[in-house]
């Protein structure tokens, strides 16, 4: 092979070899240039070989970069690899200037079917951020340190992004020329591979001279270049690809983003800077006023005072802290210190907004229809469309009314790609209504999607059918109770239908065989939640009411025994069971159609106390009050269980205040080790159930506390503060102070709470008058079934 230069393009010197940075805009603007002048029959780039067959959708109107190739194995499409362009790429450039000018274009890395058959599918997509093993060189670092800068990315705009040539092949000289002394001092640098990879490039490189002589461009990574350049015997590259494992593969573009291409958001790109990059790329002329105007227009728009007077102010600012350092035009570090002093004020709140929105930004490529894709990723671009959910690089929440039926389309549409594994939306706590009807997503798609839906194709051609499939597959490999029901709960979200028998012949199966009445606990909340969602969505439901009321009719038998002789861990995790299991049975008993009546016998679980007549009848909810009276009763069982069971019986108006007092007396006695009482203490006023309201409207409770508290032994206080700190600081602000007043000023005794003018915001009586006034309000809004 001719040894060859990037300093003339003439034929007899061989080759022109341009060594770029992936992701520069200088590097794009230079290799422009040099293609300009060089005018080259064919030009070679950097990249998987198996793309030259989608190179022309490069030209075509709908593709829009940033855009990325992406490679995935036929038969594992988890395993893929991409190869990622911005409009200021020198890939990008390259190829969009060889179809302009009819010029042929070609790939000629190493082949993605090698590249995913490695061990490490995304080993060298980059000159900068490339794994291997041993020592790994940054050749721009290195370069930079040369150079006297401890910033690689201030030297790189320095040398290339900020300076301008008169020579169009002088840069690439340059370049090539230091790269040829780091790879004589360091070889390949810690890229091993690198060898395999510059090996088939070489290969190629002589297979096109064959055929276009020596009128060819090269465009590859600068790292690389020496060793395009070195003499090397062809068997000896041959040997290297001898024996190189292979798997089947399939390209296709996809769209990517900026803030993909920043190494901050875990894509080693090699950049930092995407946003800014870009702007320098397109702005023509005076980049940094074009600059300064884009920081005044989005800090307008999030209704920060700025006026022209500031842009101008900041360019200058700009203007001088270049030349006070001694760089030959502003860059990126000046032009951020003269935002944060001019438009911030000093404040890097407003300065981590331009950094997100317009350093790095959420700019999102397009690709034409005309791109191969999957039949799965067809239905959900379909999909997309229909219900106008257009996929968005930027963040951003979205409130669906699953009365409407275009939004209840969406909510089954995202809740099918979540049982998909394609995370486009995850669910968030509503801003407005709680209530059934009512959802709130935060989406954002990322390029990573199209691999996830790539890999659910193989579940199906559409999103529902694959989602079906899925579901089915996931019942039957489902090992735990819990995850049955988890899943008969996102069918119900998702509208699968199809895939409900399924799942609830696995329900039942696992419900039967599990004797464990955590793993039963645990379960129910989801099968409780699953009937109200089917309920909002219209779906018959009977075959899951059958099962869930059987699997709390078997919790109601078995939690009792389960809840003694617990530690203090096993205690907190049941008591979050207790918690779950309360919430499902009230939405049993609750839920339109729920047949709550009493059994035939009618002889109630366990004793009644007195002023709890309907705690031990035969329903689902008398049941369970007798479950919870004997918790609340029985020593054995820990004082966070037993505080929380009196705690939900006073909510559900089955205990009295009279009853409370007299258990939390018994819990709080001096005879109760002072850790028991602590927990006691927590289980029925900690978290935020309104327990400090409890103790500010009833004082005999707070006295029994405060008492209690005082007589804890010295020895043992220390013990027992964690677990105090952590339930009062679980109160709101209000309810702390209150408490504390009423505490220095002493509690009353002998009955309720009777609140004095010291305290704020209570009156000394109950105005039944003014509390009945709201009923005809309840009554609207919970329906004409609720008693006004």
Not at 166 to 183: C, H, N, Q, S, V
Not at 328 to 338: I, M, N
Not at 609 to 616: L, Q, R
Request: glycine fraction near 10%; proline fraction near 7%.
């Amino acid at each position: 092979m001719t040894r060859t230069t990037a300093t003339a393009p003439a034929a007899d010197r061989g080759p022109l070899v341009l060594g770029v940075r992936h992701h520069g805009p200088g590097s794009a603007r230079a290799v422009l240039a040099a293609l300009d002048t060089a005018r080259p029959r064919a030009v070679l780039v950097e990249g998987p070989p198996e793309g030259d067959a989608l190179v022309a959708l490069a030209a075509d109107p709908g593709m829009r970069p940033p855009v990325a190739l992406l490679a995935h194995a036929v038969d594992d499409p988890g395993r893929a690899a991409f190869w990622p362009m911005a409009e200021f790429s020198p890939e990008w450039a390259a190829l969009r200037w060889a179809l302009a000018h009819g010029a042929e274009v070609r790939f000629i890395d190493l082949p993605a079917a090698h590249t995913l058959a490695a061990s490490d599918p995304t080993w060298g997509d980059g000159d900068e951020e490339v794994t291997g093993q041993g020592l790994r060189v940054d050749p721009i670092a290195e370069l930079a340190r040369t150079a006297g800068y401890d910033d690689a990315e201030r030297w790189w705009e320095d040398v290339v992004e900020l300076r301008g040539s008169a020579d169009p092949f002088a840069p690439f000289t340059a370049l090539a020329e230091a790269m040829g002394a780091l790879r004589e001092a360091y070889g390949h640098g810690g890229h091993p591979r690198d060898l395999v990879r510059e090996a088939y490039m070489r290969i190629q490189l002589r297979t096109a001279r064959k055929e276009f002589g020596d009128d060819i461009a090269v465009v590859c990574g600068a790292w690389h270049v020496p060793a395009l350049l070195r003499a090397t015997p062809v068997t000896a590259d041959r040997a290297l690809l001898k024996g190189l494992p292979k798997v089947r593969t399939e390209l296709t573009w996809v769209p990517w983003t900026h803030r993909r291409l920043a190494r901050r958001s875990g894509y080693g790109a090699g950049i930092d800077a995407p946003g800014w990059y870009g702007h320098l790329f397109t702005a023509q002329d005076r980049p940094v006023e074009r600059w300064m105007t884009k920081v005044a227009g989005l800090l307008r728009a999030e209704d920060l005072p700025v006026s022209s007077a500031h842009v101008i102010e900041a360019v200058r600012l700009a203007d001088t802290l270049a030349v006070l350092r001694g760089r030959p035009f502003p860059g990126l570090g000046e032009t951020t210190d003269a935002v944060r002093a001019v438009f911030c004020d000093g404040s890097d709140v407003p300065l981590d907004l331009v950094r997100d929105r317009l350093v790095v930004g959420d700019v999102l490529g397009t690709v034409p229809a005309a791109a191969p894709a999957v039949p799965l990723q067809r239905d959900l671009e379909r999909l997309q469309r229909t219900l106008r959910l257009k996929p968005e690089a930027a963040e951003r929440e979205l409130d669906l009314d699953l009365r409407k039926d275009t939004d209840a389309a969406r909510s089954r549409l995202l809740h099918r790609l979540r049982l998909l594994g394609v995370d486009w939306g995850a669910p968030v706590a509503g801003r407005g209504s709680t209530g059934t009807f009512r959802e709130s997503w935060r989406l954002r798609w990322e390029p990573e999607l199209h691999v996830q839906v790539a890999e659910a194709g193989v579940w199906g051609t559409t999103v529902e059918s694959a989602a079906t499939a899925r579901a089915e597959a996931r019942a039957v490999a489902a090992g735990e109770l819990a995850a049955v029901t988890e899943l008969a709960e996102r069918c119900l979200l998702a509208g699968l239908t199809a895939a409900l028998p399924a799942v609830l012949t696995a329900l039942a199966d696992r419900a039967a065989l599990d004797a464990d009445v955590a793993h039963l606990a645990q379960a129910l909340p989801a099968l409780a939640r699953s009937l109200r969602y089917g309920d909002v969505r219209a779906t018959d439901t009977t075959a899951l009411a059958e099962v869930a009321t059987g699997l709390a009719e078997r919790v109601c038998v078995g939690l009792p025994p389960a809840c003694t002789g617990l530690d203090t861990d096993a205690a907190a995790e049941m008591r979050e069971r207790l918690d779950g299991v309360h919430t499902a049975i009230g939405l049993l008993t609750t839920r339109p159609g729920a047949t709550d009546e009493p059994g035939a016998t009618g002889n109630p679980v366990g004793p009644d106390g007195p002023g709890n007549a309907s705690a031990g009848d035969g329903t689902l909810a008398g049941r369970w009050a007798g479950v919870l009276r004997r918790l609340a009763g029985r020593e054995r069982v820990p004082g966070v269980l037993r505080g929380r069971a009196a705690r939900l019986l006073l909510d559900e108006g089955r205990l009295t205040e009279d009853e409370a007092a007299r258990l939390m007396g018994l819990a709080l006695s001096p005879g109760t080790p002072p850790a028991d009482a602590a927990g006691w203490i927590e289980g029925f006023v900690g978290g935020a159930s309104g327990g400090g309201l409890l103790l500010v409207h009833d004082e005999r409770l707070l006295g029994l506390v405060d008492a209690w508290l005082g007589g804890v032994p010295a020895d043992a206080f220390t013990d027992v503060l964690p677990l105090l700190r952590r339930t009062f600081a679980g109160y709101e602000p209000g309810v702390r102070r209150t408490l504390g007043e009423l505490v220095a000023r002493g509690p009353a005794t002998g009955g309720p709470a009777v609140a004095t003018a010291t305290v704020p915001g209570f009156a000394t009586v109950l105005d039944e008058q003014r509390a009945d006034e709201v009923l005809p309000l309840l009554h609207l809004i919970l329906g004409p079934e609720v008693p006004a």
